[in-house]
């Protein structure tokens, strides 16, 4: 942090306070979708990742 090149302690200010307004603008974002709809949407999501997961472990690296 004290190394002139790395500039100081303003990006790193900078990055934890923006780090913060987005995770937070996320988490209400998704508090106030989940409260209008089914969580349907992400189970369906995760059950098609794993499956994906699956097949792509199962198939190996092609050699």
Same mark, same amino acid.
């Not at 792509?56 to 050699?63: E, I, K, Q, R």
């Given at each position: $942090?004290?190394n002139?090149?790395? %500039?100081?302690? #303003?990006?790193?200010?900078? =990055?934890?306070?923006?780090?913060? #307004?987005?995770?937070?603008?996320? $988490?209400?974002?998704?508090?106030? +979708?989940?409260?209008?709809?089914?969580?349907?949407? +992400? $189970?369906?999501?995760?059950? %098609? +990742? %794993?499956?994906?997961?699956?097949?792509?472990?199962? %198939?190996?690296?092609? =050699?």
């Amino acid at each position: $942090i004290t190394n002139p090149a790395l %500039g100081g302690v #303003l990006p790193l200010v900078v =990055g934890l306070l923006s780090a913060a #307004l987005s995770s937070w603008l996320a $988490i209400a974002w998704l508090l106030r +979708f989940l409260q209008q709809h089914s969580t349907w949407v +992400f $189970i369906l999501y995760r059950l %098609g +990742f %794993g499956v994906l997961l699956l097949l792509v472990s199962v %198939g190996g690296n092609g =050699g």
